[in-house]
């Protein structure tokens, strides 16, 4: 079973910065595509940024150019820095991941969310 932690949430003014990262447990399975989404209150989840295990990224428009996502394959983790945030931005903030159990074919492939952690941005 993959679990998934995330920290770095909080309350920041707008203008600032906050960093997200995501750990997904070890085991025997490989990491595949690796993102962020977000969910405000009232709204549907929707994307945020997206990397694939080959480092491949986008974003989603409203983000691009503050947003930065990276992962650490070593360290089984993603990140999300935000800069230049807004207020437009608050949400609660998950890591999805991709897996796929050593030995399976991709039609075997699942995805896991973390437990969302709250970026508030004040005006």
């Known amino acids: 079973q993959v679990q998934l932690v995330e920290s770095g949430g909080g309350l920041v003014q707008a203008g600032g910065s906050l960093n997200l990262s995501c750990t997904a447990s070890r085991g025997s399975f490989s990491l595949n595509d690796m993102g962020w989404y977000r969910q405000a209150p009232g709204k549907q989840r929707e994307l945020v940024a997206i990397i694939t295990s080959g480092g491949t990224t986008n974003y989603a428009a409203s983000v691009k150019g503050r947003f930065t996502i990276s992962r650490d394959n070593a360290k089984t983790t993603i990140y999300l820095r935000m800069n230049s945030l807004e207020p437009e931005d608050t949400a609660v903030y998950y890591c999805?991941?991709?897996?796929?159990?050593?030995?399976?074919?991709?039609?075997?492939?699942?995805?896991?969310w973390g437990q969302g952690t709250q970026v508030t941005v004040s005006s």
């Open positions: 999805r991941v991709w897996t796929l159990e050593l030995g399976k074919p991709p039609s075997y492939e699942s995805d896991h």
